[in-house]
């Protein structure tokens, strides 16, 4: 089974602002990615990314993250994988439109707000598996969709990605939902939030550092 951690984000920590915020964003990611390996027995990852950003493998464990401000998922297993997370939030009717075809509105049913989100956490999770960025954006689609899961072509690549709900946020995984086990850590807030290089030593010792 593969373990993805969705980790909610402190409100002591919303409050960050600037490279601070995606600083410390990034480590919780890697540190819901850590949960994950000790969740599935392997060993945590370096958390080294190419010169692309993107995650590379150590000794055979993937790993993958997504973050947004209150919320961020993080994965790792013994197989190439990805993830997104969003907030379930207001679209003006352009922006759905923009962002989802009549086709694929049918497919993932619903009100449209959901089926906007739905699309987008899985079209943007196979991307980032794929190594690619959201200018392939235009080369995903929608092809069939359930409860807990849709099928995502990219090109003539078919993908399959299980999603999860927290608290008003959609997750995606590049794995089938029978496959995946996920786990929600509510934290409480931090009184006092650690600053983004006390987190860094705090993940990875003194002479540590996330990139
Ligand atoms: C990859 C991408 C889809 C991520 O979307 P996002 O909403 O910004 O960020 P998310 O929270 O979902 O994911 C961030 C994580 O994805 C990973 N990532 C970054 N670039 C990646 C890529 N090209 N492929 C796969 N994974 C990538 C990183 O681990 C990153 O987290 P970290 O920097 O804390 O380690 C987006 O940044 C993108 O399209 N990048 C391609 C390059 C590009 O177009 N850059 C210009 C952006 S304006």
Sequence with gaps: MIRPHVVAVPSAAQRLRGEDRVEDLSLRAKDAAAMSAVASGLPVPAFTKDDLDRPVPSGGVYWGVAHKPTMVVGVTARRSVAVDVEFIRERKD?????ALTAAEHAILGGNSLEAYFLAWVAKEAVLKQKGVGLQHLSRTAIIDAWSDGALVAYDTQVCEVGYA???????AITA??????WTFVAEEDDLEVMSPAQRVQALHGDAGSAS
């Design 94 to 98: 352009y922006q759905i439109a923009g």
């Design 165 to 171: 709900f927290f608290n008003q946020h959609v997750a």
């Design 176 to 181: 089938p939902s029978r496959e995946v086990v």
